[in-house]
T-cell receptor, first 112, second 112 residues
Framework: GAGVSQSPSNKVTEKGKDVELRCDPI?????LYWYRQSLGQGLEFLIY????????KSGLPSDRFSAERTGGSVSTLTIQRTQQEDSAVYLC??????????FGPGTRLTVL | RKEVEQDPGPFNVPEGATVAFNCTYS??????FFWYRQDCRKEPKLLMS???SGNEDGRFTAQLNRASQYISLLIRDSKLSDSATYLC?????????????FGQGTILTVHP
């Protein structure tokens, strides 16, 4: 079946611009996560949606970052006024009950 | 101190070798443990969960020592296709739900 998909696969933007990254989780998965992977930083958690519960936003690095999940499915991560340190690969994952977290291919964001 | 620390690597081994990776975690409340594999410029994929009793999957053996807060992965009879980055992953929740905490990863290169 279809896995987690993300778009765009690559995004180049100028410092100060806003960007939106999209994630389509595996159909039926109730939990959705955003992580980012920077050179030398490893994978770090950003935000987590579980069903209708309030999202866990504890990993968002600043208030320039926000995310929403519409209809319990697709999620959008928005970064406002991008900075060069936001350059990273943004990975989305989804899971159902006790199964593993399945990751999407990521969006490579480059802020010039 | 990082929440999850791994051997710095990189490991460069010949085919057929046995190689072991170690990982320590700082939060004693951690409940579930995993090894993920990440190929170059690809998303992480679950290699295996790690259970208190130790578990084996073919050439791969994972062990957990809760008292020492230590996790290991042993790969026997290394194949060229084992070349990847191996990520030690910890979760405060006893399932795949919840935010995963990743180690920096250990790069393995298996050469002919």
């Amino acid at each position: 079946g279809a896995g987690v998909s993300q778009s765009p696969s690559n995004k180049v933007t100028e410092k100060g611009k806003d960007v939106e990254l999209r994630c389509d989780p595996i159909s039926g998965h109730t939990a959705l996560y955003w992580y980012r992977q920077s050179l030398g930083q490893g994978l770090e958690f950003l935000i987590y949606f579980q069903g209708n519960s309030a999202p866990d936003k504890s990993g968002l690095p600043s208030d320039r970052f926000s995310a929403e999940r519409t209809g319990g499915s697709v999620s959008t991560l928005t970064i406002q006024r991008t900075q060069q340190e936001d350059s990273a690969v943004y990975l989305c994952a989804s899971t159902q009950y006790y199964n593993e977290q399945f990751f999407g291919p990521g969006t490579r964001l480059t802020v010039l | 101190r990082k929440e999850v620390e791994q051997d710095p690597g990189p490991f460069n081994v010949p085919e057929g070798a046995t190689v072991a990776f170690n990982c320590t975690y700082s939060n004693s409340a951690s409940q579930s443990f995993f090894w993920y594999r990440q190929d170059c410029r690809k998303e992480p994929k679950l290699l295996m969960s790690v259970y208190s009793s130790g578990n084996e999957d073919g050439r791969f053996t994972a062990q957990l020592n809760r008292a020492s807060q230590y996790i290991s992965l042993l790969i026997r009879d290394s194949k060229l296709s084992d070349s990847a980055t191996y990520l030690c992953v910890v979760n405060l929740v006893g399932t795949s739900y919840g935010k995963l905490t990743f180690g920096q990863g250990t790069i393995l290169t298996v050469h002919p």
